[in-house]
């Protein structure tokens, strides 16, 4: 098997067509923690491959990340990958593995991604926990880039200016906000915190970003929503949990669930 990652995405992108006998695709949403509830509110299943079965996949290493890709029909009549777990850069695999359903993604045909995750929020003034936050713009302090070599990618708009305001038709109180992802899998500390409120981050999460930066290579269009699932360290009295994280998406499935289904018939 080659070790190329784009022609390893060509071949995950094969097996996918065949194993679900679709030829291509329209969009792809990949569900973050917190996010993989929502999933069922978006169209009739057509067929669940787990990851393991595509070349390039591994099976996710945490709890309420999933790991299979559900193809699905929407009420509109488009066909969506939808992926139910990633891969994330603090699970040790490396930067490609992170974005190879993207890029198996566009590889299949796809020519919009939703980008979810679920993030701390910067902003307790204005953000409340279980919030839809639309992603305008991002800051990358994984340190990682999924692209080496002279291909100098413009970044100017990464989340889609369009596909926003289409989001924000259908929602109209659903706020914007930067996110800033960290490699973790560590929480942040409460400087860190204040650090990224002083650079004008709104979200922080350990997601998302290398993803959005494949998502253009590949010439996706990319839309990004944060669920809020806890203020970031020091804000708030509580220590930060995970499993609190995967609970609050539990809690606002029907309502991510809605937004998710209004939207993507219309991307
Ligand atoms: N920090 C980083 N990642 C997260 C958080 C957080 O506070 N909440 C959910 N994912």
Request: proline share 5%.
């Amino acid at each position: 098997m080659t070790n190329n990652p784009y022609t390893l995405a060509r071949a995950a992108a094969e097996a996918l067509k065949g194993a679900c006998g679709l030829d291509t695709f329209d969009v792809a949403l990949v569900m973050g923690s917190g996010w993989v509830p929502a999933a069922d509110a978006i169209g009739e299943t057509v067929t669940e491959i787990p990851f393991t079965d595509l070349p390039g996949f591994s099976a996710p290493a945490v709890a309420g990340h999933g790991g299979k890709i559900r193809v699905l029909r929407t009420p509109g009549g488009r066909h969506a990958l939808v992926f139910l777990g990633r891969s994330h850069l603090y699970e040790g695999r490396g930067v490609d593995s992170v974005v190879h359903g993207v890029r198996t993604a566009a590889a299949a045909g796809v020519g919009t991604i939703v980008l979810t995750n679920a993030a701390g929020g910067l902003r307790p003034e204005t953000q409340q926990v279980g919030d839809p936050v639309l992603i305008s713009d991002h800051i990358n302090m994984t340190g990682a880039n999924p692209i080496t070599g002279t291909t100098f990618i413009d970044l100017t708009e990464v989340y889609s200016r369009r596909l926003r305001a289409l989001v924000q038709e259908v929602d109209p109180t659903i706020a914007e906000g930067v996110y800033v992802a960290f490699r973790g899998p560590t929480y942040e500390t409460p400087a860190e915190i204040r650090m990224l409120r002083t650079l004008g981050g709104d979200m922080i999460g350990m997601s998302t970003v290398l993803e959005a930066i494949a998502a253009r290579e590949a010439g996706l269009e990319v839309l990004g929503v944060s669920l809020v699932t806890n203020p970031g360290a020091g804000l708030a009295d509580a220590p930060l949990d995970h499993e609190e994280v995967l609970q609050v998406g539990r809690a606002t499935a029907a309502r991510m669930g809605t937004l998710l289904a209004k939207i993507v018939d219309r991307l």
